[in-house]
T-cell receptor, first 114, second 113 residues
C-alpha cells in the first residue's frame, strides 16, 4: 500500500527540548517537503529536498533542521530555537524533475509545546 | 505574497454542483493551476491541475478562462464528504528553482443536507 506516513500523529514536548518528526514515503519519489500550518491559515514551506543528500530552506526555516540520507525518509527536527513551535506539520513528496509536479501529502503531526 | 484569491466560505446543497472560483490575475504563461482540499486535521488531498485547457477527472472538473486569470473548480454532485477547505494554488517556479506551492487560506465549503 503506497503512500506517505508521518509519526507520531500527536506529539507533546516541553519548552526548550528538541523534537524530531518522522516522514517516510514508499512512492519512489525524489522530492520531499515539510510544511507548517497554524490554525485558520494556509500551509507555509519550511524545507524541501529535491534529491538525497540535498535540501534547501523554504520561507520559514529558522528554528528547524532536516536531513535526507535516504530517498524514503525526510525527518524534521524542531529545535529549541523555534519560538512558536506549536502547529500542525505536514510532509509531502513528489516525483520531481517535472513542471507538472504534483505533491502528495501525509496525514500530519500535531505538535504541542507545553 | 498572495498568488491567488478565493472567497473565504461557500455553502452548497447536497446533490447540487459546487462551483468554487479562484482569481490568479498575475499568473505566468508556464504556471499551472492546482486544486487541493483539506478536511479538518488531515493532510491536503490533490484534486486536479491544469495549464490552459479544461480538465476533468473522477473527482472534479477545472475550467480555466481563456486569459488564464481565473479558474473554477466544479464538484458535479456535492456530498457531505466534500465539506472541506479548498485551496487554489499557482505553482511558482520551474523545477530546480524552488517548485514551491503557495497555499493561501482557501475556501471553506460546507455541503448542506
Amino acid at each position: 500500500d503506497g503512500g506517505i506516513t508521518q509519526s507520531p500523529k500527536y506529539l507533546f514536548r516541553k519548552e526548550g527540548q528538541n523534537v524530531t518528526l518522522s516522514c517516510e514515503q514508499n512512492l519512489n519519489h525524489d522530492a520531499m517537503y515539510w510544511y507548517r500550518q497554524d490554525p485558520g491559515q494556509g500551509l507555509r514551506l519550511i524545507y524541501y529536498s529535491q534529491i538525497v543528500n540535498d535540501f534547501q530552506k523554504g520561507d520559514i526555516a529558522e528554528g528547524y533542521s532536516v536531513s535526507r540520507e535516504k530517498k524514503e525518509s525526510f525527518p524534521l527536527t524542531v529545535t529549541s530555537a523555534q519560538k512558536n513551535p506549536t502547529a500542525f506539520y505536514l510532509c509531502a513528496s513528489s516525483i520531481g524533475g517535472e513542471d507538472t509536479d504534483t505533491q502528495y501529502f501525509g496525514p500530519g503531526t500535531r505538535l504541542t509545546v507545553l | 505574497d498572495a498568488k491567488t484569491t478565493q472567497p473565504p466560505s461557500m455553502d452548497c446543497a447536497e446533490g447540487r454542483a459546487a462551483n468554487l472560483p479562484c482569481n490568479h490575475s498575475t499568473i505566468s504563461g508556464n504556471e499551472y493551476v492546482y486544486w487541493y482540499r483539506q478536511i479538518h486535521s488531515q493532510g491536503p488531498q490533490y484534486i486536479i491541475h491544469g495549464l490552459k485547457n479544461n480538465e476533468t477527472n473522477e473527482m472534479a472538473s477545472l475550467i480555466i478562462t481563456e486569459d488564464r486569470k481565473s479558474s473554477t473548480l466544479i464538484l458535479p454532485h456535492a456530498t457531505l464528504r466534500d465539506t472541506a477547505v479548498y485551496y487554489c494554488i499557482v505553482r511558482v517556479g520551474r523545477w530546480g528553482t524552488g517548485n514551491q506551492f503557495y497555499f493561501g487560506t482557501g475556501t471553506s465549503l460546507t455541503v448542506i443536507p
